[in-house]
Structure formats: C-alpha cells, structure tokens
C-alpha cells in the first residue's frame, strides 16, 4: 500500500505572491489581499502591488523614533496599520467603532479608498493635464508656505527667561515630584 504524504501547511498567498518580484519568502511577515490591491509586510519593507501591475515598496526606516520604531506618519506605517485594522475589523464589521459614529466595516473601507487614492496617484496624475498641474500647483505653494514659516521661526529672537518664569517652572517641577510620589505612596499602602 502506498504511503500517502503528510500535509504541510498549505500557502494561500503563494499565487499573490508569485508577481512580486525580488523578495525572499523567509521575510514576509504578512501578505493581506483588499480587493484591488495587496499588501506584503516584509521585516524590512512593505510593497503595495495592484492586481494590474502598479508596486511600490516602503521601507521600514523612512521615518523612525528614538528606539527604532517606524513614525505613524511613515507610509510604510500606514500600510501596517491597515492590515491590522483589516485583522481587527474581522467578526466586528457591524460594531460601532470606538469614538465615532461608524461601523469598524466603513471606517475599514474608508482607509483603503485613502491608501489607495493616494498611493496610485502617480499613475493617474498624468492621464488628466489639468488635474496634474493643479495638483503640482497645490504642492509647490504648500512648500512656498511651509517655507516662510520656517524663515519666521528661525528669523524670531528667542526670548529669554526671567527669574519669574524660572521660578514658575521649578515650583511646577516640584509639584510634579510631591504629587509622584504621593501617587507612589498610595500605591504601596494598597498593595
């Protein structure tokens, strides 16, 4: 009688991923489809890849804090942060997300009709002329403004400190510290 195989794990993504090109399967965190597009979550980077062709990969570093940790203003953060809201969304479609009025489905569908309105951008700007040039025409006078902001900032005299805001801000401190350790206090006679 002839031995019939164990079963692996079977790769659901293995289709998904046979179109990206240059990655080592070893790395991929996670690979989460959304209809139009999928994302990959590498241990370095995250690919946004349409299903008509259009990729484009985001580091992990772009952007990071003082412990390494990628900036929630990063892309590549806002790619992860979809595939968990994507997670979390499951068995919850229909709750009332948190501090809102919406269900966690529509707050969900909300993210990936920003994610991909603004990730595919490049490919859509030119096929309108118009629409290219007002978009480059907002850009540049965003960048104009962002500029003369920082010539004021940096062109204002800092000011100094009087004794009065010193002793303001070392009173404060002090309160601070009286209040921790109150706190402290509290904690320890409970315990």
């Known amino acids: 009688m002839a031995r019939i195989a164990k079963k692996k794990t079977v790769d659901n993504n293995a289709g998904l991923l046979k179109v990206v090109v240059g990655i080592n399967r070893k790395d991929v965190e996670s690979v989460t489809d959304f209809g139009h597009f999928f994302i990959v979550i590498l241990k370095d980077c995250a690919i946004f890849h349409t299903h008509i062709g259009f990729e484009a990969r985001f580091k992990r570093w772009g952007g990071v804090d003082m ?39 529509d707050m969900l569908d909300s993210m990936v009709i920003i994610t991909e309105a603004n990730i595919t951008h490049p490919i859509t700007a030119f096929t309108d002329a118009d629409d290219a040039a007002k978009f480059a025409k907002n850009k540049m006078d965003y960048l104009g403004r962002m500029q003369e902001l920082l010539e004021t900032t940096m062109n204002t005299p800092v000011s100094e400190e009087t004794e009065e805001d010193l002793k303001k801000n ?19 006679g409970k315990e």
């Open 170 to 188: 070392f009173e404060h401190g002090q309160q601070a510290i009286l209040a921790e350790q109150a706190a402290e206090a509290l904690n320890q």
């Open 67 to 105: 412990e390494g940790h990628a900036l929630t203003t990063t892309t590549f953060a806002w790619l992860e942060n979809l595939v968990a809201m994507k997670n979390e969304v499951k068995g919850k479609e229909n709750d009332i997300f948190p501090e809102t009025d919406v269900t966690y489905q």
